[in-house]
């Protein structure tokens, strides 16, 4: 199967807060129907994905994301990411 035909979700992330002092970030993500708000400690790597409903299906990937882009995301800024599964 090539990736072109793999499922995909496109998850939309808004940062709501961040302060580099305290090492973390808050914000929205959303996918599909779901929604949750998210706190993200990166001095020690930890993130808090509320509510709990739906969360085994975003926690990961958005884990993912915020190690890869957390320098370059911004309060106020909207961001997006793709899943490779379908929610």
Do not use: C
Request: net charge neutral.
């Amino acid at each position: 199967m090539s990736s072109n035909n793999l499922p995909k979700t496109t998850a939309y992330v808004r940062i709501i807060q961040q302060s580099w002092q305290q090492g973390r970030m808050e914000g929205e993500v959303r996918a599909a129907e779901y929604q949750w708000r998210f706190q993200w400690h990166f001095r020690q790597g930890e993130l808090s994905v509320q509510p709990s409903l739906g969360r085994a299906l975003i926690y990961e990937p958005l884990g993912r994301f915020l190690e890869r882009s957390d320098y370059q995301l911004e309060p106020g800024g909207d961001y997006e990411f793709t899943l490779r599964s379908q929610i």
